[in-house]
């Protein structure tokens, strides 16, 4: 496990209100980063995801991931009791994210407009599905239909297949990340201009960025991008190929790889092929060139074929299942992408890492993800509450 570092966002306080996955897979990578993450939750029911499978020993370790190195209040926001404490915890702190529908905030009367006269320097975090404002904004969201409005889907399988989600909710993920990027760069704008701003991410809009030049073929020619299985539009060979024991994913990015690879395969003869002179009739023939390639995979196993390449420096890779992924030397050992976390009650958990990797502040897990209002009665003794003042309010069911 990493050594706790208290990290690059060390001082950065945020109250986190968003559940399930984009808002707080944001708030796990701020809070690994160094950020005092505390998580507004309803009483008595939390964040839906604290229902989510995977269970172990009853608890779920898909809240467990995503709320490590976080602090869990309880609050009910709508009461005004509840709202005059969340108000004075924004007094206190840099950044409010949230992941309600559109005008959900406002409604409660703690919106940004509300929120900015009580601390003109918070910067007020919104992920949803469609943004907020536009013809779309009231539209409920998630993550597939963030998918499927995004574009992802329409380019995601085979010629033969219909649209096809990925494997993972990869718009809440993209959404998560993209509103890391839009708070750490309010927080430094605040740094100059001394005042907060509202940061506004979709996940209709962080799926569409991430399609990138795919959709620039239409924007560009006016062709419609389809499904094309694993290989790449623009280069060719650079798809997943079969072997006799699994698959191998291999990358020719640019003429000199294509030599160096035809060499490698005893195949001198199509570098000068008319059919494979260049990328261009690479990608246009790339039947041919498929059928080529996997000529010489298929009679070899994964392992043969991806050391005989990766010895030859021509890029390619075993397509990895997850037990292998965790158990890789490099990925899960080296890089540190697979971490043992102290989880209360259930022992010693893996968890998956942060991917940034920062040499002199590095991200780490520091704190175990909270039971469901375990730091109420610090947190607004912090406020200024007594002892007796917390129990009213929680005999209230305020908190």
Request: charged share 25%; hydrophobic share 40%.
């Amino acid at each position: 496990m990493l050594k706790p570092s208290r990290g690059a966002l060390q001082g950065v306080k945020i109250i986190d209100l968003s559940r399930v996955l984009a808002g707080p897979f944001c708030t796990m990578m701020l809070a690994d980063l160094g950020a005092d993450v505390i998580k507004v939750e309803i009483p008595k029911r939390g964040d839906d995801s604290r229902q989510f499978p995977p269970f172990y020993k009853g608890e779920s370790v898909y809240y467990i991931n995503l709320n490590r190195n976080k602090r869990s209040i309880t609050l009910n926001l709508k009461d005004p009791r509840g709202k005059k404490l969340f108000k004075k915890l924004v007094e206190k702190a840099d950044v409010v994210i949230e992941n309600f529908s559109p005008g959900t905030m406002d409604r409660l009367g703690v919106g940004y407009e509300a929120l900015k006269k009580v601390n003109p320097r918070i910067i007020f975090a919104s992920i949803s599905g469609f943004g907020q404002y536009g013809p779309y904004r009231k539209r409920p969201g998630y993550d597939l239909i963030g998918q499927a409005m995004g574009g992802i889907m329409s380019i995601t399988g085979w010629p033969d297949s219909p649209p096809t989600r990925t494997g993972t909710a990869i718009a809440d993920v993209l959404a998560g990340m993209f509103c890391a990027i839009g708070i750490l760069s309010a927080i430094k704008s605040r740094e100059k201009s001394g005042v907060g701003q509202s940061v506004d991410v979709s996940l209709v809009d962080s799926v569409f960025t991430a399609i990138e030049n795919v959709s620039e073929m239409y924007l560009v020619d006016g062709e419609v991008p389809g499904r094309i299985g694993n290989r790449y539009e623009f280069v060719y060979p650079y798809d997943t190929f079969k072997a006799s024991d699994g698959w191998i994913a291999i990358g020719i990015g640019n003429d000199s790889l294509w030599r160096r690879f035809c060499q490698a395969i005893d195949r001198e003869d199509l570098i000068e092929d008319e059919r494979c002179l260049s990328n261009a009739k690479r990608v246009e023939n790339h039947v041919f060139v498929k059928d080529i390639v996997e000529e010489w995979t298929v009679h070899r196993t994964v392992d043969e074929a991806y050391n005989y390449l990766l010895e030859k420096k021509v890029p390619s890779a075993p397509v990895l299942s997850i037990d292998q992924i965790v158990a890789d030397p490099h990925i899960a050992e080296a890089r540190q992408m697979v971490l043992e976390m102290m989880q209360p009650g259930l022992g010693m958990l893996k968890v998956i890492g942060n991917p940034i990797k920062l040499d002199k502040t590095p991200a780490s897990i520091r704190t175990p993800a909270p039971s469901l209002g375990e730091h109420t009665g610090e947190v607004l003794e912090m406020l200024g509450l007594d002892r007796s003042e917390i129990l009213e309010l929680k005999e209230a069911e305020v908190i």
